[in-house]
């Protein structure tokens, strides 16, 4: 049986929990070459920019998504489209899950349509997305 037979509307993919401490920060920010203080200048951050903390880098959460998706398609099939948005902040220290669900199963086309987001502690959506990927034959 192709695994997409066992896909169903509603499904859930595995949730990752992630944290990011302030070298963690500042390493991704580095090799993205994102040079914006907010996220590893604490004092700028937080007495200019009046944030409570460093901010987490959005294409970070961006990638935690992808990855999300990533893993649970492992090498079955491959990711068609893939799209996030950055609604609210997260900051260092802040304990975030990445999570998505299924929405919508073709079986002729070989494809499903994922929900996705990225939830702090609270419960509080910070980044919701959607991806679409495509079972091998």
């Keep these: 049986m192709a695994r997409i037979d066992e896909v169903s509307v509603g499904d859930r993919l595995p949730e990752s929990r992630h944290e ?6 500042f390493l991704y920010n580095a090799v993205l070459w994102n040079a914006h203080r907010i996220h590893f200048d604490y004092p700028y951050a937080t007495e200019t920019e009046k944030y409570p903390g460093l901010v987490v880098a959005g294409p970070l959460m ?9 893993e649970w398609l492992a090498d079955d099939g491959r990711l068609l489209r893939f799209e996030y948005s950055n609604r609210r902040a997260a ?3 802040d304990i975030l899950l990445s999570r998505g669900e299924v929405q919508d199963v073709d079986r002729a086309a070989r494809t499903v349509t994922l929900a996705l987001e990225i939830v702090n502690e609270s419960g509080d959506q910070l980044t919701p997305g959607s991806a679409v990927v495509q079972f091998q034959d």
């Design 20 to 25: 990011t401490d302030t070298v963690g920060q």
């Design 91 to 93: 900051f260092v220290g």
């Design 62 to 70: 961006g990638d935690w998504l992808s990855q999300c998706v990533l």
